[in-house]
């Protein structure tokens, strides 16, 4: 008799407590993703790995391909599911700068601080020499840069080539402020604001092209064939930055026998050496560069894996960021902190052990430096668009993309109607404490700052998360100075929880995120026409371009 009335209160027990488990409420998962998040966070570990291990990672790198396969081997240990590298093409082969060395010889002695410009070869072995300074005409007509070149024929021969007069960078008096104000961050995301949405992403001035003027890529692409035909020994460019930032991209052609070896040295140290030479003394260096060509490199790869959803698994809410670098440091807030964070909140979910109705995809991009081109080939393979769309393309959500650096998320911008944001809002509104102040409705379907506009372009809910610009514009973004110890961590936790509960908000809901009706979609923006040819006339349809 007893065990029977021992069995019944154990059942009793169990019913009771079934109903209070079911009915866990939004304030409660909350709860456990800010404990997790603070706690039990494995955000800088992960940063560890994936900048100090790997780093740097460009694309069609071997150091890549290894943080790639890193990645996936730690979310399936976490328990994510279909963990997996996905191929695409990226038709270039891999390359990497294996050792630098470059020294003043005369009429000095000393050490310069330079970057090697990637997809350019090495110098197969030390190469002592004179330097010889060009000075470029600014914005010439294809004439006047035709003879200006006949000039320099005969004069580069065996030379090392200072390619452009020194910049001056003047001294910054009044730097940038490091994190918004919160007023400025809540008219950012304000959707009743007119001005909403403006700034955001990083990047250079745009050059304005004046008919009949060369731009500075079109004299840097006739430049590159002319040292090497003239028999000049190596490319030295002006960083042109201050405190000796160095940004070092690429040879735009990949083909490393139409450019010499380039470096980009610092502003400081061209700058004492253009001024040496305007005197009249010769100045004579010594560089040293060790570069390595992978074949196998034109295959790249997207990491990804997933938690499988419930009854409503066949959609799925993405997260991502890219996980290539340029190679100048360890791409830590460009963009191994935006990895780490989305792996990050998907390790929330799954560790406090909710079950999402829908799938929860973790993405880790390669080819952002290069155009999104990872990004752009998942999205064309597994989604295509609003305009030739696939099966999957009506089972996707959202995208979540973070790419600004180590600053907290302050808010997001989800391509779609007033009403998708609206959702996003609310799920957002918990952590307001934590600095993210809203979210706003864009229609942009232009290619450009980071991996969530591959599915806007395609008509798709990319969401760009805004955040604090701490030294992003200032100072790592592609710099030198992209490592480790400019993450903040406080920050990226703070990121990382707020992200996983917007996503476990939108892998819950009983409808998807609201998109823009058949009617209400906006065209894709023009494509770039030939010169002097008319643009096609396009829908007077507003596009409302960010």
């Known amino acids: 008799m007893r065990s029977t009335l021992i069995v019944l209160t154990l059942c009793v027990t169990l019913l009771a407590a079934a109903p209070l488990a079911a009915q866990e409420t939004a304030a409660d998962i909350n709860a456990r993703i800010r404990k997790e998040g603070t706690e039990n966070s494995q955000i800088m570990k992960t940063m560890h790995v994936l900048t100090d291990i790997y780093g740097p990672r460009l694309t069609g790198s071997p150091n890549h391909k290894a943080a790639a396969e890193w990645a996936v081997k730690q979310m399936t240990a976490w328990g994510f599911d279909n963990g997996h590298l996905e191929p695409w093409d990226f038709g270039h082969p891999g390359w990497l700068n294996e050792r630098f060395s470059g020294f003043v010889i005369s009429p000095v002695k000393d050490t310069l601080s330079c970057e090697v410009v990637a997809w350019t070869p090495g110098t197969r072995g030390p190469v002592i020499a004179p330097v010889y300074q060009m000075i470029l005409p600014e914005k010439p007509t294809q004439e006047e840069f035709t003879a200006y070149l006949a000039t320099q024929k005969g004069k580069l021969k065996g030379k090392i080539v200072f390619a452009g007069k020194h910049q001056a960078v003047p001294v910054t008096l009044t730097p940038p402020s490091r994190r918004q104000e919160d007023k400025d961050a809540r008219d950012r995301y304000d959707p009743n604001n007119p001005n909403a949405g403006q700034g955001g992403r990083p990047g250079g001035p745009r050059e304005e092209e004046e008919p009949g003027k060369l731009t500075a890529r079109q004299i840097n692409e006739q430049l590159d064939p002319f040292l090497v035909a003239s028999g000049a020994l190596i490319r030295v460019n002006d960083a042109g930055r201050e405190h000796r930032q160095v940004r070092a991209f690429n040879n735009r052609t990949f ?292």
Request: some cysteine; charged content about 25%.
């Open 255 to 546: 083909d490393e026998s139409k450019a010499l070896p380039t470096v980009v040295m610092s502003n400081e140290d061209y700058g004492r050496i253009s001024r040496i030479l305007a005197d009249g003394t010769p100045v004579q260096l010594e560089f040293n560069i060790v570069n390595r060509r992978y074949p196998e490199g034109k295959t790249s790869y997207n990491a990804i894996a997933e938690i499988s959803g419930s009854d409503k698994k066949d959609e799925v809410v993405m997260v991502g960021g890219h996980l290539d670098s340029w190679h100048a440091a360890t791409g830590a807030t460009d963009n191994a902190i935006g990895c780490a964070t989305m792996m990050e909140a998907a390790r929330i979910l799954k560790a406090i052990g909710v079950k999402p109705r829908r799938t929860i995809r973790v993405a880790l991009w390669s080819g952002e430096e290069q155009g999104l081109l990872g990004s752009l080939a998942y999205v064309k393979e597994h989604f295509g668009s609003f305009e030739e769309p696939k099966p999957e393309f009506n089972k996707l959500v959202a995208y979540f993309n973070i790419d600004s650096g180590t600053g907290r998320a302050r808010g997001a911008r989800v391509f779609g109607p007033p009403e998708a944001a609206t959702v996003l809002r609310e799920a957002l509104a918990p952590f307001a404490d934590l600095g993210v102040v809203g979210a706003i409705a864009t229609k942009g379907r232009a290619l450009g700052g980071s991996d969530n506009t591959s599915f806007s372009q395609a008509g798709l809910a990319g969401i760009g998360m805004g955040q604090d610009p701490i030294e992003y514009n200032s100072a790592t973004w592609h710099t030198n100075l992209d490592t480790y110890e400019r993450i903040i961590e406080d920050d990226v936790k703070k990121s990382a929880v707020a992200i996983a509960a917007a996503v476990y908000a939108l892998a819950m809901r009983e409808e998807m995120l609201p998109r823009f009706t058949k009617e209400g979609m906006p065209p894709l923006p023009p494509k770039p026409v030939p010169a002097g040819q008319p643009p096609t006339p396009q829908p007077s349809r507003t596009s409302g371009q960010d």
